[in-house]
């Protein structure tokens, strides 16, 4: 297994990437934007990305966005083949999207958003922690990002101060990863029950 910065010699994966990162969401039903191909091919060329390969066939992937002017970035779209789930893959991943993240932007907040737990761990394991969306950027094009998700209703109704999704913020001011104690799965499972109840009563009725 390779893990490498992506580069346009990588622009033949997309298609693939983009049709497994749609497939996840179908099958997860919550929390992960639609990207397209052109959008995924331009993250490789800029050398914002990160991908996976066992040989010539597609593992997984990652990739780095900057908003505020550089201020913030946010690993997104991180996604690994069905064929190389549960082998720890997604967390090497995001190790190596993370070291990247800080290498190129070494006075950037680091954020993420996600309702998905296993995601939640890998964050508070690199150093991240819990925060408000005020504490994010306040780039709306970021934001507007969210519309191809599914719960994008519930960020207009909270008028974009929560959603189903955890904000995880990771500051290199703070030196969030020595000062911070690891949170467990079980504290993210109730965190995220509580916005489920939340947000997702009215549709019980």
Not at 21 to 35: F, L, S
Not at 83 to 110: C, M, W, Y
Request: proline share 2%; with cysteine; glycine share 6%.
């Amino acid at each position: 297994m390779e893990i490498v910065i992506a580069n346009k010699s990588h622009i033949v994966y997309a298609d693939i990437i983009c049709k497994t990162i749609a497939e996840a969401a179908q099958v997860r039903g919550t929390g992960i934007a639609k990207r397209e191909p052109e959008y995924v091919a331009a993250k490789m060329e800029n050398g914002n990305a990160v991908i996976a390969l066992e040989g010539d066939k597609f593992a997984g992937f990652c990739y780095i966005e900057a908003w505020g002017h550089g201020k913030f970035v946010a690993n997104s779209g991180l996604i690994v083949h069905p064929d190389f789930r549960n082998l720890g893959l997604a967390k090497q991943i995001k190790e190596v999207i993370f070291k990247h993240s800080r290498t190129k932007f070494p006075d950037a907040k680091v954020f993420s958003i996600t309702t998905g737990l296993a995601v939640m761990k890998l964050n508070s394991d690199l150093g991240y922690k819990p925060v408000t969306f005020s504490e994010l950027t306040d780039d709306q094009s970021f934001w507007k990002g969210c519309q191809t998700c599914k719960n994008y209703d519930v960020l207009t109704r909270t008028e974009q101060k929560m959603c189903l999704c955890t904000g995880m913020l990771f500051d290199p001011k703070n030196n969030n990863k020595t000062a911070s104690k690891e949170v467990k799965e079980n504290v993210f499972k109730r965190l995220k029950n509580i916005k489920q109840n939340l947000f997702l009563k009215k549709d019980k009725k």
